[in-house]
């Protein structure tokens, strides 16, 4: 077959309806070479994690798309657990140090043994 030469008119003489006849295949060329693009960043950020997972095998687009899900909620929970860890921690020492208070408070009340009270003051700052 004899190579073709095709002929484009000047915009002016083209249509609305021709232009983007013209135009779709390029501006979706366009959007798969971004999602592509996008999808081969996600491969080399997180290409430690899928070799741990499926060494020296061929990742379809699919499969960095899973695992990248799967990586991002596993980070999600230990996220949640980190911060409810340190939420635990600082609650437990909110409320140890209003008990406190409210022991040398008592204390301060009520007459007790010198020798006791400084005992338990003693105690409480260990």
Avoid: W
């Avoid at 070479?33 to 950020?45: A, F, G, P, V, Y």
């Avoid at 009340?109 to 400084?118: G, S, Y």
């Amino acid at each position: 077959m004899a190579p073709s030469t095709v002929f484009l008119a000047p915009d002016s003489l083209l249509t609305a309806k021709e232009k983007n006849k013209l135009r779709k295949p390029v501006v979706e060329k366009m959007r798969r070479d971004r999602i592509n693009s996008s999808i081969e960043q996600l491969k080399l950020l997180l290409e430690k994690e899928f070799q741990r997972h499926q060494p020296n095998s061929k990742l379809e687009k699919a499969d960095i798309l899973e695992m990248t899900v799967s990586y991002l909620k596993q980070q999600s929970q230990l996220q949640m657990k980190r911060c409810f860890r340190k939420s635990s921690q600082f609650d437990f020492r909110e409320g140890y140090s209003r008990c406190l208070q409210e022991a040398f408070h008592f204390l301060s009340l009520h007459k007790v043994q010198t020798e006791t009270q400084t005992k338990l003051l003693s105690h409480f700052q260990k």
